[in-house]
């Protein structure tokens, strides 16, 4: 509760500042983002800790409807394989995919003739699928010439769907005239008795032209990362 209050007084802190006009950056897009993320000791969605890697993908848009508030979605998928060796007789191999999609809304307020405050809350749903595959051997390190030499294997699987939401609020600038970079923090919380997370955000975008840009991004959450990079057209 107290982490939440926290979010929502940092999410609200740009609607307490005087309106002014829009600054020109844009809020009208739509972004293809190849996704890596690493994560140690992570028990955000399963509940159990385990560590995981993988790759995937994400389409992102965003579209303008005033000159201060803006909607947004998302929809990304990543897949991972882990094989863990405990010793020449116990061995396990895990394959997860994590799922997920997000519609928000977001509000824009300029803070100087090159930077907007900008705030958005969304709902967001996620969808984890873990399968697993251990195998152990009869025989043991204290007990190698004992017994017949029989490899056991039990295949195990599991699938968390979870509804929550996502708070943030930071600074869009444009550093240069090609260049824009964006910090927020946010705040991420899930139902079935999972602990909301803060998580910190940092990107940057080159411009090729006013349609084509390149854009690449990290999250962090503790032992989690999430990296992305990816091509945006606005218009």
């Known amino acids: 509760m107290k982490k939440t209050c926290i979010a929502l ?13 829009a600054n020109g950056i844009g809020y ?3 972004q293809l983002d190849g996704l890596y993320e690493d994560a140690d000791g992570y028990a955000r969605f399963l509940y159990d800790e385990h560590d995981f890697s993988g790759k995937g993908a994400r389409l992102s848009g965003s579209y303008a409807f005033t ?10 998928r990543t897949k991972g394989s882990n094989d863990t060796f405990y010793a020449w007789y116990n061995y396990s191999n895990a394959d997860e995919t994590r799922e997920g999609w997000s519609l928000g809304l977001g509000y824009n307020q300029s803070i100087g003739t090159k930077a907007d405050w900008v705030s958005h809350v969304a709902y967001v749903n996620s969808t984890v699928e873990y399968d697993e595959v251990h195998c152990a051997s009869t025989r043991s ?12 294997c039990n295949a195990f ?7 929550g939401f996502n708070l943030s609020t930071g600074v869009r600038t444009r550093m240069s005239g090609k260049l824009t970079g964006d910090a927020y923090l946010g705040y991420e919380d899930y139902d079935k008795d999972h602990e909301g997370d803060f998580y910190a955000a940092l990107g940057v975008g080159f411009e090729f032209n006013p349609t084509w840009s390149l854009q690449s991004g990290v999250r962090l959450n503790g032992d989690a990362q999430i990296w992305n990079l990816g091509v945006r057209a606005s218009f």
Do not use: Q, R
């Open 67 to 76: 000159d201060h508030l803006f909607v947004t979605a998302s929809a990304g």
């Open 157 to 163: 699987n599991d699938e968390v769907k979870l509804d």
């Open 9 to 21: 007084a940092l999410a609200a802190a740009p609607f307490c500042s005087m309106a002014s006009e």
């Open 28 to 30: 009208d897009y739509v």
């Open 141 to 152: 390190i204290g007990h190698i010439n004992e017994g017949p030499f029989i490899i056991e």
